[in-house]
């Protein structure tokens, strides 16, 4: 099924903060609807750049700011596009398979958590828009 902007969520985790501070749990398949392989993470990015800028043919992503703030712009395969903003941390966005995705306005004090069902492979990253526009029209 070729991902459409429909199909791009944001989550809301479970809090079990008390008294002593927040805590927020995210398991595989249950919190997030993939098994973990990857995460990395970005910071001291800011309110110039723009990452990403890709979309990827094998992997999908939740992407969570568990510090500071950032917006992410995802378009789909049609050119809808959509803008996400995240700022809270137990919640998160969900983006599948062949979305394109840009992240934009860092906070200084952004700390970007991405998690991702499949270890790195640059072969299946499309970094040229217009190629991830044409890329259905061949199948
Ligand atoms: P890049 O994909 O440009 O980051 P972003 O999408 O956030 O703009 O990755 C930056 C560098 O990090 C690039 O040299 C590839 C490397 N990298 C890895 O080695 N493994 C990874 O899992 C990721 C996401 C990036």
């Not at 927020?24 to 398949?29: F, G, L, M, P, S």
């Not at 990827?56 to 700011?65: E, G, R, T, Y």
């Not at 789909?76 to 983006?95: N, R, S, V, Y």
Request: charged residues 30%; positive net charge; glycine residues 4%.
């Amino acid at each position: 099924m070729i991902a459409k902007i429909e199909d791009v969520n944001m989550i809301t985790f479970s809090q079990y903060g008390d008294d002593r501070g927040h805590l927020v749990v995210v398991e595989n398949q249950k919190d997030i609807p993939f098994d973990i392989k990857r995460i990395f993470y970005i910071y001291g990015s800011d309110d110039k750049v723009v990452r990403g800028k890709h979309a990827n043919i094998n992997s999908q992503f939740v992407l969570i700011n568990v510090a500071g703030m950032s917006k992410v712009k995802v378009i789909d395969h049609t050119g809808k596009q959509k803008i996400f903003e995240l700022k809270i941390p137990h919640t998160a966005i969900f983006l599948p398979k062949m979305i394109w995705k840009e992240m934009y306005d860092f906070s200084k004090d952004s700390v970007l958590l991405c998690l991702s069902d499949n270890i790195y492979d640059p072969k299946e990253y499309i970094r040229d828009f217009k190629e991830f526009r044409a890329f259905f029209k061949n199948i």
